[in-house]
Structures are given as C-alpha cells and as structure tokens.
C-alpha cells in the first residue's frame, strides 16, 4: 500500500526534478567548475588553475569593499525599508483617529500612492533618479536650493561620502510601496475584534502596535527580510545604471557589478566566476542564518 | 511516537519559496557564465587568387557581416556592402548592425562560429587584448602588403595614415583594422569665443589665463563626464607630457616601466591637470555627471570647452545649436622647448574591425577590409559622418560645411607625422579601471597629483609581476 504510493510521489516528481536539476542544479556545477579556470570567455578550452581564483579574491582589496557595501546593503535596507513599511501600512489600516479601527483619512489613496514606484521597471527607476540627483539641473538639488537648504546640495552620485547613501535611498523609495501592500494584507488578516478587545481595555493606538500588531505579523516581516536580504545581495541593475563604472573612488561598488565588470569588462570568466561562487555561498549562508534565529519561537494561529 | 502526518501550511510554503529565490539570485549570474564546450575547424573558403583578388577568395562564398551600430550608424557598412556584391556578385552576404557587439558575439567565439569581418566598438566591445591573447583574431600582415584597391602599384599599408595600425599592433603584428582617425583635443564654439574676443592659446600658460578669463565672464571653463568618462581629460595629461618629455615617455608608460610614472614630464602634467581642479576651472558638479550630460551642458554654454575625440560634432549634431560652429583646439604645451612641436596630436584609430580567426571565409573578410579601404568607400564614409577615415587625403581638404571637420583638417594637416597615442589601457583593462577610478578622485580633487601617481605606478608594477596577465611592448 504504501509502496504504491511512494511509486505515485515519485512518478510526479521526476519531471520537475529532472527540470530542476538540468535548468539549476547542472549550471551550478557547472559554474563551480569554471571557477577553478583561468577562462577569458572566448575560448573553447578553459585551463584549470585550481584555487587560484579563490586565494586572489580573498587577497583582493576590491572585493573585500564590494563585499563590504553589500553588508552595509543588508544592513540598513531591510531594516529602513520595512520600518517605513510598517509605519505606514499602521496608519493606512489601524491608525484612523475616529474610533474606529480604520486606517487615516484618504488611506486608498496613499496605498496607490505608495506601490507606484513598485511597478516602474528598475532602469526606469534608475533613469528617473538619475534625473533628480543630477547636479546641474537636478529636481533635489534644486529643491534644496528652493527652501533656502542649498547647502545641503551634493554632488550625489560623484561624492564617495554620499553616493552610496544616495542608492540605498532609491532602493528605499523603490522597495517601501510592495511591503506597505504585503503588510496591509496581514494587518486586515489579523480579526477585528482582537483590536476591539485592547481598545476596550485601555491600549492607546501606539500600544496597540507594538504589542497586538507587530507581534501578529511576525511571519510576514521574517518572509520581508528575506526578500529584502536578496535585493540587497543583487542590487544589480540600479547599480549599473546610476554608477555604471563602481563609483566614485570605488565607493558603490557590489559584488555584482563587480563580478559583471571582471567577466564582461575584464575579460576574467574564472574569476568572475569565483566571485559568484562566493556570491551564492553567502546566501545560502544567510538564509539558513535567518531561518535558525527564528525558528523555535511559538507562532500565533488565528 | 507522533503519528500526526506533516502538514504544508501557508507560512511554510512562503518559506519554502524564499529560501528558493534566496538560492536562485546567486546563480542567475552564474549562469550567464556557463557555456557549451566546442572544438571548431578552422578551415575556410578558398578560390583562385589574381590581381583584383589578391586573397584567392571564393567569389561564391558567403559573408558575415557585423557592425557597430553607434554614432556612425550602419550605412556605410551596408554602402561598402554594395561594393563588395559589385565585385563579387555570387557572394551573398548577410549584414547585422547590433549594439552590444560582446554579449552578441561571445557565444558564438566559444562555438568556434564567429563572423568573418567584426567592427568590434562601442560601450561592449570585446576587449582586444583578451582576443589576441586567446588566438581568435587572424593576422593582417598580407591585407597591408595587398595592391590597394584604386592602384595596384601601391600597397593598402602606404594608403593609410601615419602610426595608425599602432593600437590594433600586438608584438609587431596587425590583428585589427582601426578605420575611422579620431584626433583628440579640446572643443569650443567659435562664436561663443568671437563674442568675447578670446583666442585658441599655445602654451598651457595662455591656457590657464584664459580659463580665468572664461571663468570671470560667468561660464565655467571646463567639463567633463565623471561618472561614465573621467578619462576623457586623461588624454591631456599624456599630451603634456608627451609634448614635453617625447613619446618615449608614454611609451614606458604602455611598458609598465618601473618608476613610467614618475617620470619628470608625467609629474609636470599631473600637476598642470591638478592644478586646474585646485582652481576651480570645471563645471561644479562634474564628478556627478555622466560623459552625455557633461557634453549636453557644454552645448548649452555653461562650460566654454570640452575635452574629447572628433566623433564629439556627430555625437551632439541632434542638440548643438545652430552657429554654435563647434571648433578643435590641439592641447597646448607646458613650455614652447619641448620634445615635440606645439602641433602635436593625439590620434587615437578607433572603430576596429577584425578578422576572427576562425572565420568560415576569412579571406572575404580580408577582401572586405580592402574595398572599405577604397578611396570611394572612405569618401562615402566622411561626406556621411564628418569623421575622418585612416586611408590618407581621401577626401582632400572638403570639410562638407562642418567647422568641425575643417578645424581638424587644419590641425591634422599642421601635425604631420608627430601623431601619439597611448595604449595600456586597450591592452591592460585591469589599469584602465584603475586609472577611471584614480583619475576621477584627481579631477574631484579628492587626491593629488603625487598620489595619482603612485597609485597608478603601482598598479603598474603589480601587473607588470602578475604572470597570469599576457604583456605586449610597443
């Protein structure tokens, strides 16, 4: 009996395994291959050289900052990003000051509001900020200059002490829009009464945050860091449009790009390769770390 | 013992799915990188050689064409085309105009499938270094010592302009063919400098002083690209000091020479290059803007000039203003005693087409390269797009009513034979990072002239002692 049904499983699983393995597993392999070769990418044979590549990455200066600006990525987008994100999905749902429990004045506004810049294509968003840092005629400088804050005004993308802050903002600004939905949905999920009962108990709107909402959305910012956790890792494309070339001084260079421009600029396909190699350690290191320090906590069922 | 069946809730099936993209985003870059192993036969078509067709190609062979599709556009390609199907009317030749040459053309490399001519330019040009030190590309020793194609007794080399197959020269052998002969110097508009009365200066001096003297009237002196292009102004900087010191100056720099850098008339030019940033002479703001909203702002008037290549007037002609009448300036040197006459130019030959070598008709290839080397090709290619083409005197001294075209006739003409360039940054693209990046924190005034130069020596020399690097002297 349960011999046929293992047959059962097996027989609906063999395709999606065999796509698996041919369309991720193989290029991962193969990838890890190449890696140990001094491949420039244009030739049929690729010379092996062993660890080469991996004992230069770690001596390379290049790579340890690269590495060091996706850390401050990890850092600080998630964590802004979904700051804001709660924030404001608590004031478009729970935060109406008219006794009941509904978000502000005009709240279906400011949620469409918000997931605009989530549907413009990233090199779109990319283009577009382009436009407002630039330093000559510049939507931001200019507005600083408005309000009498031209002091305040950068050189943003060419100024190594801003422009690295100056692309987390746009990924802020790019990213806050889909968490504030996602958000929105798990605070509507959490029952009505639940609200009712804290307020006729006495919880202020503030208390009612931090002890019945956060804590009921636990789940949803965990699967939100993740998402954010990758973005951060990636960052590709954003990058490569504002600061095509690293930065200033190197001072926004990740390990994308610069995996991108030793492969495609430098001609160092085994190299490169090696980066990626890294690159993909590293997230698996990080999910496994994400999911181990929350696992044991008891979840809440409603 | 638990005999409850493990459930699959919603949370766990979220989880799942992270942890999925979370792995997936590794490797989607990786696996850009994979290929398919090949081993191609490197034969090609082969006819009957005779004088009109020098090479023995096959009149029926077909031909793979593909081109740069940039500021120059295709049509001359597609024109020279046209000739080669008058001559060989049996051949039938397929013509691709594309933008991202090595995203493109890399597989097809790896396959052993490649085009048989390549006009391998633009933002993702294949790096040349990278394809001669892999033997893809083939030699063009017998396309130079070919009868040209208007005179038989003349060969295609004594057609074509002084020291220009230099930057397609590995180890003493030509591997690409650069076709369009850019010089490089500053750029500004004649009635902006009528209006005030200032003049093109000849000694680095004049230049300073003038640069003051734009400044005073309210527009900034200089701009450039700092995000996509700082070493644009790096040309300059090897001007000075090959203008002062001679080209073996740079040319120890191309031969990551020990202490190249630090050479007296490096040092010389450095400092003159610093010290316009210490004076505030470029557009505020530079460092920020990428090399096509520097050039649009100096259209624009608010900088009085601009460094870079002749392609500048038909990369802006959509923008510029009219009785803008953009004109060329040769950068003038430090002092009137150096090695080389104030004329001197920067010549860089860009817009390289190459012969791959295991090209399934390699020897059209080659006859292509030839009949692009005609006098009616290389006129079509200038009366089309203001540049100029390497095949000498082609279009004599008509500048097709461009004062662009006509300043660099002037200057090229006054030149003569004292034409430089340099080339560690085609042949090493790791320096080439380097000095984008080192240059930009000079001109930004974020590190000075001293500095600029050791970190640049020593990148030199860590280049010069990395075995894994292929090295090529000049």
């Known amino acids: 009996m349960n011999h046929g049904k293992t047959r059962i499983i097996l027989l609906f699983l063999a395709l999606p395994l065999a796509l698996y393995g041919a369309l991720v597993v193989s290029p991962y392999a193969q990838a890890f291959s190449i890696s140990l070769t001094s491949w420039s990418g244009f030739t049929a044979d690729k010379p092996f050289v062993g660890f080469d590549n991996f004992q230069r990455l770690f001596q390379d200066p ?4 690269a590495l060091g600006h996706n ?5 600080v987008v998630p964590l802004v990003t979904i700051a804001l994100g709660l924030f404001f999905a608590a004031m478009l749902n729970v935060g109406g000051s008219d006794g009941k429990v509904a978000g502000v004045r005009g709240s279906a506004l400011y949620r469409r509001v918000y ?10 968003t990319a283009i577009l900020w382009q436009f407002i840092y630039n330093p000559q005629i510049g939507l931001l400088n200019g507005g600083l200059d408005a309000i009498g804050l031209g002091g305040l005004a950068h050189t ?3 100024d190594p002490a801003v422009a690295l802050w100056s692309l987390i903002a746009v990924m802020v600004w790019a990213g806050v829009g889909f968490y504030v939905v996602l958000f929105s949905a798990a605070m509507q999920s959490i029952p009505r009464d639940i609200f009712e009962a804290a307020e006729l108990d006495g919880a202020g709107r503030f208390q009612t945050l931090t002890r019945i909402t956060l804590p009921l959305l636990r789940e949803s910012v965990q699967v939100a860091w993740i998402y954010l956790g990758i973005h951060a890792l990636d960052a590709f494309a954003l990058f490569m449009v504002l600061t095509p070339t690293g930065g200033p001084d190197n001072s926004t260079m990740v390990l994308s790009q610069y995996l991108y421009l030793s492969a495609f600029g430098n001609g160092k396909f085994g190299y490169a390769t090696a980066i990626g190699v890294m690159l993909s350690l590293l997230s698996l290191l990080l999910t496994a770390l994400t999911f181990r320090g929350s696992r044991d906590k008891n979840t809440i069922e409603f | 013992m638990n005999t409850q ?3 699959f809730s919603r949370r766990s099936l979220l989880r799942a799915t992270a942890v999925a993209a979370f792995a997936v985003s590794g490797s989607g870059l990786l696996a850009a990188c994979a290929s398919a192993d090949g081993d191609a036969e490197s034969g090609s078509a082969k006819g009957k050689a005779t004088a009109t067709n020098p090479f023995g190609i096959d009149e029926s062979a077909a031909l793979d064409v593909v081109v740069f599709k940039g500021g120059y556009s295709d049509e001359y390609a597609k024109f020279d085309e046209e000739l080669y199907s008058e001559k060989y009317p049996k051949a039938k030749i397929s013509h691709s105009g594309i933008t991202e040459i090595q995203t493109e053309l890399q597989p097809r490399f790896v396959a052993g499938n490649p085009p048989d001519v390549i006009d391998n330019s633009g933002a993702k040009k294949i790096a040349m270094g990278t394809l001669v030190a892999d033997d893809q590309l083939a030699e063009l020793a017998d396309l130079l010592k070919a009868p040209s194609a208007d005179d038989p007794d003349t060969t295609v080399e004594d057609t074509l302009l002084p020291s220009t197959l230099d930057v397609t020269t590995f180890d003493g052998k ?3 063919l650069p076709y369009v002969f850019t010089v490089n110097g500053f750029w500004y508009s004649q009635t902006l400098f009528d209006k005030h009365g200032w003049t093109w200066p000849t000694t680095w001096d004049g230049l300073t002083e003038l640069a003051a003297k734009i400044k005073k009237a309210g527009i900034a002196p200089f701009a450039y690209g700092g995000t996509t292009a700082p070493d644009y102004f790096f040309s300059p900087l090897m001007a000075l000091a090959a203008k002062q010191g001679g080209v073996d100056v740079i040319k120890a720099i191309d031969n990551l020479e020990a202490k190249a850098w630090q050479a007296e008339p490096v040092k010389a030019a450095a400092e003159a290059i610093a010290g316009l940033a210490s ?21 624009q008037g608010k900088a009085a000039l601009y460094h870079a290549g002749s392609y500048v007037e038909n990369e802006m002609k959509a923008i510029t203003p009219d009785g803008f009448d953009m004109v060329f300036g040769p950068v003038p040197p430090l002092t009137a005693d150096g090695a ?3 004329s001197a130019l920067h010549a860089v030959a860009g817009e390289i087409f190459v012969v791959p070598a295991k090209a399934k008709n390699l020897r059209g290839g080659k006859e292509f390269l030839r009949i692009m080397l005609s006098k009616e090709a290389a006129s079509n290619f200038t009366e089309t797009t203001h540049a100029l083409t390497i095949v000498k005197g082609a279009t004599g001294d008509n500048d097709f009513g461009s004062t662009a075209l006509g300043s660099v006739l002037k200057a090229v003409t006054a030149a003569g034979d004292d034409l430089f360039n340099y080339r560690f940054m085609s042949w090493y693209a790791d320096m080439a990072t380097t000095l984008k990046s080192e240059f930009a924190n000079l001109l930004a005034g974020r590190i000075d002239a001293a500095e600029f130069l050791s970190t640049m020596q020593a990148k030199a020399d860590d280049i010069a002692a990395d075995p894994s690097i292929t090295k090529f002297k000049i």
Do not use: R
């Not at chain 2, 803007?289 to 520097?294: G, I, R, S, V």
């Open chain 1, 62 to 65: 290049d790579f340890w900052q």
């Open chain 1, 71 to 75: 850390g401050l990525l990890l850092l």
């Open chain 1, 115 to 124: 997931f605009l810049p989530h549907i413009l294509p990233v090199v779109i």
């Open chain 1, 156 to 158: 943003w993308l060419g």
């Open chain 2, 5 to 7: 069946p493990p459930t």
């Open chain 2, 174 to 176: 030509v591997m690409g």
């Open chain 2, 279 to 299: 004076s505030g002479y470029f557009l505020k703001g530079s460092e920020g803007l990428d090399h096509t909203q520097a050039q649009t702002a100096w259209v």
């Open chain 2, 340 to 342: 080389l006459p104030q």
